[in-house]
């Protein structure tokens, strides 16, 4: 074994739960690092920080490709500084490498933030037949017992010569276990699968998918069907929102697209149009 390979097999004498089981890094290897795909390593450890963190200092020494899964964080970071914990083994928790390089102008690689959400929610629909939707810009929304709950996050950091992009997902939370009564799992939405293997194998292979067919389309999102597909599947556009902006500004309207930039364009009640490309964005109510 490798060393996190040990490291992984030591810490599953201490499972809380026998539905909890560590992941297996050297068979999701043998099944994702092929030589001919994008993914180049697989890395899991039983407990960091932060997965963006350690991969993101990693970064200049490490090809594209490189992923990073812990099955515990203590510092996990959402949006906006927020914290991300949860028990061990309850979730994936994982960060990917990817480094477009020249194939991408650099005013495109923002939109790997929602690429990684459309990625996510695919892969997590195919494998554990959820109905998902998207929080713009990079929440995974689930329905809990009819209600809108938020079961994953993603964040992406810019390193020297790319992108690191985080990926957390409640699978097994239970409602007792959540961190705030707003937040869902794969478990309480009722998922068919709830093992956590092939759900990262699926949300990896449709990250594989999507970047490439992204990048072949030098980033742009309207040939590569990123943008069509990501506003198909927002739950937040023709919703009422308010937009938290940067410096305390708040915007309220009805949200309407996600524009080339990958800005959610918001219509005001006096009728003007303003592009948000950074904030917290709350849901209000629908609008018909």
């Not at 970064?59 to 061990?88: K, N, T």
């Not at 009640?269 to 490309?277: F, K, L, M, N």
Request: proline content about 5%; overall charge negative.
């Amino acid at each position: 074994m490798t060393p996190s390979d040990a490291s992984a097999g030591a810490s599953a004498g201490r499972w809380s739960s026998l539905e909890r089981p560590p992941l297996n890094a050297a068979a999701l290897r043998r099944a994702l690092v092929t030589g001919d795909g994008l993914w180049t390593s697989l890395e899991v450890v039983p407990s960091t920080g932060s997965t963006n963190t350690d991969l993101a200092t990693r970064a200049p020494e490490l090809p594209e490709g490189a992923v990073l899964v812990a099955e515990e964080q203590s510092a996990g970071r959402g949006r906006l500084d927020r914290s991300w914990v949860a028990p061990a083994r309850s979730g994936l928790f994982f960060s990917v490498l990817f480094k477009p390089g020249a194939a991408v102008p650099q005013e495109q690689w923002g939109w790997l933030t929602l690429l990684a959400g459309v990625a996510t929610a695919t892969g997590v629909s195919r494998a554990a037949g959820v109905d998902t939707a998207l929080k713009w810009p990079n929440d995974l929304l689930v329905s809990v017992e009819g209600e809108e709950r938020k079961a994953g996050g993603i964040l992406a950091e810019r390193v020297a010569d790319g992108i690191v992009v985080g990926i957390g997902l409640n699978v097994t939370l239970s409602e007792e276990e959540l961190p705030v009564p707003a937040a869902g799992s794969l478990l309480l939405a009722r998922a068919t699968v709830t093992d956590r293997e092939p759900l990262l194998k699926a949300v990896l292979r449709s990250l594989e998918e999507w970047y490439g067919n992204w990048r072949a389309a030098a980033g742009d999102p309207a040939a590569s069907g990123l943008q069509e597909t990501y506003a198909a599947g927002c739950a937040t556009l023709g919703r009422h929102v308010r937009a938290e902006l940067p410096g305390g500004r708040t915007l309220t309207g009805t949200a309407e697209a996600v524009d080339t930039d990958g800005r959610l364009v918001i219509r005001t009640s006096e009728g003007t149009h303003e592009a948000v490309g950074a904030g917290d964005v709350v849901h209000l109510r629908s609008v018909h």
